[in-house]
């Protein structure tokens, strides 16, 4: 089997505002095509007309290639090698940040393709899968209005959610602000569920132990994202200052190497690689290595359409230790239409697909409406 095309499509809601920490108004897919007649799918968490650039840019030289014009002619299910092909085909213009993210979408197509010529799922290919549901956690923004969050929070309860969580929006000016926030938060979910709190790198190191202090009377599960990801130094202060508050990061990081920082250096509880941010199965593969090998959690962060979603929960299924997964509860059609199959939720746990590669069928009337590319 060979690949014959890999095209990315950029996604755009008409009313998109950039002003809202939400990343599922726009998207980028991926499709790689075969001579099999198997189409495989993915995408990135990232700008949308920049991974398509990525993709479709010509040769310049060894290290500096577009990534459709690396893997037209090469064996799809050649995962692994393909992947070093194409970081370091990719070195001069990449290392990390937004090729990463490009490469992330080839990876989870590539992985799709693998799954639906061999009949089997992802999960088994990575391995074998340990469980068929996961809880999933509803994930969701602070709002200035705290009544209208109050509602959608105790909505998801009685959903049957059993873990929240709350991030950016409001939080971060001010210490007695991000208090009220965080209280609104776990009154409007009572305290027969999780709460979870995403600050969205908000503050500096000392900062967020002023706030490590004052959230701990409301029992956060853990506190995301308190600080610039690359702050090493600050991360270890925090740690050591949380007692026992779980503290996790990671959503922006993208190489295995910055995952080990944080877990080594920082001490952080939790890592959050995106799959499609962090290089796909392929990656996160080993990033998952890294928390097993020093005892520290893997829980992947996911804010995309159904095609993450469908990734995140094959990748899930195979860790050996995992409390629940993000699953975000935007009204975004992208969010909510791209994808005909999307996972099953019922009781705050979804079903694990099982069917060939992803399992997951794209919309193609969805993607039509709103390509930004024609
Ligand atoms: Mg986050």
């Known amino acids: 089997m060979k690949i014959t095309k890999v095209e990315a499509i950029p996604l755009r809601i008409p009313?998109?505002?950039s002003s809202r920490a939400d990343g599922i108004q726009d998207d980028v897919i991926?499709?790689?095509h075969t001579d099999a007649g198997i189409t495989g799918v993915g995408?990135?968490?990232a700008s949308p007309d920049v991974v398509k650039a990525l993709v479709d840019a010509p040769e310049s030289w060894m290290?500096?290639?577009g990534l459709a014009g690396m893997l037209?002619?090469?064996d799809p299910l050649h995962t692994e090698r393909l992947?070093?092909?194409?970081?370091?085909g990719t070195l001069w213009m990449g290392r990390g940040g937004v090729t990463l993210e490009a490469i992330s979408a080839v990876d989870i197509a590539l992985w799709d393709i693998k799954g639906k010529a061999l009949g089997l799922p992802v999960h088994t290919l990575l391995g074998g899968a340990r469980r068929t549901t996961v809880p999933v956690y509803a994930s969701m923004l602070f709002e200035a209005d705290r009544g209208l969050m109050r509602e959608r929070a105790s909505r998801h309860v009685a959903e049957g959610y059993r873990a929240v969580k709350f991030g950016w929006g409001p939080m971060g000016p001010d210490l007695a602000t991000d208090v009220a926030l965080v209280r609104a938060a776990r009154e409007a979910i009572g305290d027969g569920a999780e709460l979870l709190i995403d600050a969205g790198a908000a503050w500096t190191a000392q900062e967020a132990i002023r706030r490590v202090?004052?959230?701990r009377e409301f029992r956060p599960f853990w506190l995301e994202e308190a600080l610039a990801s690359d702050d090493l130094a600050g991360w270890a202060r925090l740690t050591a200052a949380a007692r026992g508050m779980r503290i996790a990061t990671g959503e922006q990081e993208t190489l295995t190497g910055a995952f080990r920082d944080l877990i080594e250096v920082g001490h952080v509880d939790v890592i959050q690689p995106d799959l499609a941010r962090a290089g796909g199965f392929t990656q996160c593969r080993r990033i998952a290595d890294v928390a097993v090998a020093n005892h520290a959690l893997c829980v992947p962060h996911a804010w995309k359409s159904g095609i993450l979603v469908a990734a995140t929960l094959h990748f899930a299924a195979t860790l050996a230790e995992i409390p629940f997964v993000e699953y975000t509860v935007a009204a975004s059609p992208l969010r909510r239409d791209l994808v005909r199959t999307d996972v099953r939720v019922a009781d705050g746990t979804a079903q694990i697909p099982d069917t060939p590669g992803l399992g997951v069928e794209l919309?193609?009337?969805v993607v039509a409406r709103y390509r930004t590319d024609r």
Request: proline share 0%; aromatic share 12%; net charge negative.
């Open 15 to 17: 009313d998109l505002d």
């Open 30 to 32: 991926v499709r790689v």
């Open 43 to 45: 995408e990135a968490d």
């Open 63 to 65: 290290r500096s290639r």
């Open 72 to 74: 037209v002619g090469e």
């Open 83 to 88: 992947w070093d092909k194409m970081y370091h």
């Open 213 to 215: 202090d004052a959230f």
């Open 363 to 365: 919309n193609d009337e």
